[in-house]
């Protein structure tokens, strides 16, 4: 049979570009690199105008940075003044006005620390405790003198001449939380413990009423009734050597345990006293 071989396509047609076109593709390349060199420049030149229009920095000098720390130390001075005042006029009234503990007014708002024997001497939250006598008298707030303390601190850094430390240590007194809680306990019957020898003591003990301060509402806001006593045995250690004074000898090691031991019964009982809010009777 007799075939047929189709004859091959026709070659496309090749586009040839026109010599102005690739020209005006160069030289739009070329505006858009001259564009963006531009905007850099001109940012450069409006940041630099604007660094040129801002004043130079003053070097702080001595005299300010010691006025500087002297305001501080005198604002945190005045502070502690006025958290002073308000805090024994509250304290007087509260306390004259026989305020009682209230369980029907609910829980008290603040929870006091566990009294610890870690710190020898040292109270485990603000304490003042005072006769009943006393109470016309100076109520001088716990918080408020540990306060005064970092006061004089920042005064003897700046008499030293270390004024920034100075100014940031008083600064630091602005806060809140540097008046927290304050604790009065009104004794009505007080007996000191007594070392008999190194061996007997007399024990001691209070009784009266707890008074819980809040620096931030500027009120009593709990109360209540305190009994402690001496332990019935308490441990301790002294020295027996022959050549030893008498401040570590039985009888004042003694003493100083049990005046340890009376002031941790007492811590305890008030933390045990304070559960409620206090009001009028």
């Given at each position: 049979?007799?075939?047929?071989?189709?004859?091959?396509?026709?070659?496309?047609?090749?586009?040839?570009?026109?010599?102005?076109?690739?020209?005006?593709?160069?030289?739009?390349?070329?505006?858009?690199?001259?564009?963006?060199?531009?905007?850099?420049?001109?940012?450069?030149?409006?940041?630099?105008?604007?660094?040129?229009?801002?004043?130079?920095?003053?070097?702080?000098?001595?005299?300010?940075?010691?006025?500087?720390?002297?305001?501080?130390?005198?604002?945190?001075?005045?502070?502690?003044?006025?958290?002073?005042?308000?805090?024994?006029?509250?304290?007087?009234?509260?306390?004259?006005?026989?305020?009682?503990?209230?369980?029907?007014?609910?829980a008290c708002p603040i929870s006091l620390p566990?009294?610890?024997?870690?710190?020898?001497?040292?109270?485990?939250?603000?304490l003042l405790t005072v006769e009943r006598s006393?109470?016309?008298?100076?109520?001088?707030?716990?918080?408020?003198?540990?306060?005064?303390?970092?006061?004089?601190?920042?005064?003897?850094?700046?008499?030293?001449?270390?004024?920034?430390?100075?100014?940031?240590?008083?600064?630091?007194?602005?806060?809140?939380?540097?008046?927290?809680?304050?604790?009065?306990?009104?004794?009505?019957?007080?007996?000191?413990?007594?070392?008999?020898?190194?061996?007997?003591?007399?024990?001691?003990?209070?009784?009266?009423?707890?008074?819980?301060?809040?620096?931030?509402?500027?009120?009593?806001?709990?109360?209540?009734?305190?009994?402690?006593?001496?332990?019935?045995?308490?441990?301790?250690?002294?020295?027996?050597?022959?050549?030893?004074?008498?401040?570590?000898?039985?009888?004042?090691?003694?003493?100083?345990?049990i005046h340890e031991d009376i002031r941790l019964?007492?811590?305890?009982?008030?933390?045990?006293?304070?559960?409620?809010?206090?009001?009028?009777?």
């Open positions: 049979m007799p075939y047929r071989i189709p004859a091959p396509p026709e070659p496309e047609a090749i586009d040839v570009e026109e010599p102005y076109a690739a020209v005006l593709r160069t030289q739009r390349r070329n505006a858009r690199i001259v564009f963006m060199v531009m905007v850099v420049v001109l940012a450069g030149g409006v940041a630099k105008a604007a660094r040129s229009h801002q004043p130079p920095r003053r070097p702080v000098t001595e005299a300010a940075r010691i006025d500087g720390a002297r305001v501080a130390i005198a604002g945190a001075r005045a502070r502690a003044a006025a958290a002073q005042l308000r805090f024994e006029t509250t304290m007087r009234e509260a306390i004259l006005d026989d305020v009682v503990p209230r369980p029907d007014l609910g566990a009294a610890s024997s870690l710190a020898a001497g040292r109270s485990s939250f603000p006393e109470v016309d008298g100076t109520l001088p707030s716990q918080a408020v003198a540990g306060v005064l303390a970092d006061v004089r601190r920042a005064e003897g850094h700046l008499a030293a001449g270390r004024f920034e430390e100075a100014k940031l240590y008083a600064r630091a007194l602005d806060r809140p939380e540097r008046f927290g809680y304050d604790v009065v306990l009104v004794a009505r019957t007080t007996r000191e413990p007594r070392a008999m020898s190194g061996r007997e003591y007399e024990p001691g003990e209070i009784e009266g009423r707890a008074y819980l301060y809040d620096f931030s509402s500027g009120r009593v806001v709990c109360a209540g009734d305190v009994a402690a006593k001496s332990s019935r045995a308490i441990g301790y250690v002294y020295s027996d050597r022959s050549d030893t004074p008498p401040s570590l000898g039985p009888v004042a090691s003694m003493g100083d345990a019964q007492t811590e305890r009982a008030i933390v045990a006293a304070l559960r409620w809010r206090s009001g009028p009777r």
